[in-house]
């Protein structure tokens, strides 16, 4: 028999040889937003919207060292710390963060304070056919779950007849133009009630499904009356970006103190787990909104009267950090 011992199909390497080829995870991003820095570590991006992280990377988020070398066609310095650059307004970046570094701290604790999680860990090993098998599987038990709103909303100024506003031959708008738009978005920027528009929506084309989504939404968190958290007109643009952020009422009852055991309302976590189906999945709507307005009297311009457009885009998504 012939001795196989020196084959080279045989013999196996005992060193690694594909160790190198592991990408280095990021444990921090360096992001420069319009001019502001933010440092923000991975898990901190890791547990943002997805609608929010759309925005924030549009053409994907690169979270290795070695992902970034190939992109830039060269190495990467090891000391040498990328900065990304978006176009995302920074206050509406530290709006979305401080709500859910405070929503985390209230759910899970501090150093100071054990959070409402320590409370309602005995329901996890209680069985319940409300929730499934088992009331482990469910994760509005184990983590914080939060509703996201987002209004992409882009406006179309038409001037009243006689009007000197205009465009110029090349579809440029004059000064007049440019100063009716600029007046229309300060008018629009002061509308911060959330459901006024959809609401006026419904009554106009009696949907009874966009009446139901504003139902379940003021049953989950949200008041009739609540206004949008971050709201701003967008540099150069016909556009006005708003997000809300609140917390999804799950029905789980915490007494005033320890003694009194935590409790679940089983109608309200039925209705909460009805938003589960927006975990990491986006829904949109997008509807044309048209009103009449008068324009008040702004520094030496005089009051207008004229029609003002506004497609109106809706982002909704649930959180769990």
């Keep these: 028999m012939a001795n196989m011992s020196n084959s080279p199909i045989t013999q196996v390497s005992q060193t690694p040889t594909h160790t190198n080829l592991q990408p280095q995870l990021l444990t921090r991003l ?3 937003l319009r001019g502001r820095r933010f440092e923000v570590d991975r898990e901190t991006i890791m547990n943002l919207p997805e609608s929010v992280l759309l925005c924030l990377f549009p053409n994907g988020l690169v979270l290795s060292r070695q992902s970034m070398a190939l ?18 307004d920074p206050e509406c970046f530290q709006f979305v963060l401080t709500f859910f570094r405070n929503a985390s701290d209230n759910f899970y604790g501090t150093a100071t304070n054990p959070g409402l999680f320590s409370a309602q860990q005995h329901l996890l090993d209680s ?14 038990l184990t983590k914080q779950a939060i509703i996201v709103l987002r209004e992409e909303l882009e406006y179309f100024s038409i001037p009243p007849t006689g009007s000197e506003a205009a465009t110029d031959q090349n579809g440029l708008a004059n000064d007049d133009l440019l100063d009716l738009k600029r007046r229309s ?4 920027i002061q509308k911060r009630n959330i459901f006024t528009a959809l609401q006026r929506n419904v009554n106009k084309e009696n949907n009874v499904a966009e009446q139901h989504l504003i139902d379940m939404l003021c ?3 949200f008041d009739r009356e609540d206004e949008w958290g971050f709201r ?14 609140v917390l999804l009422k799950t029905g789980i009852i915490h007494g005033q103190n320890s003694e009194r055991p935590v409790e679940i309302d089983a109608t309200q976590m039925a209705t909460a787990q009805k938003l589960l189906l927006f975990w990491r999945k986006p829904a949109r709507k ?11 009297v702004a520094g030496d311009k005089t009051a207008v009267t004229m029609k003002l457009w506004a497609r109106r885009v809706w982002t909704l998504e649930l959180s769990l950090v």
């Design 127 to 140: 069985p319940s056919s409300d929730f499934g098998p088992a009331s482990s599987q469910n994760p509005l």
């Design 30 to 32: 360096l992001l420069d």
């Design 286 to 296: 997008c509807w044309w909104d048209g009103l009449d307005v008068d324009l008040p």
């Design 71 to 88: 992109s830039d066609g060269g190495g990467v310095d090891e000391e040498e710390e990328e900065v990304y650059g978006v176009d995302f």
């Design 185 to 188: 978005g300060d008018f629009l």
């Design 219 to 221: 049953m989950s968190g």
């Design 232 to 245: 701003a007109l967008e540099p150069s643009r016909c556009c006005i970006s708003s997000i809300a952020l």
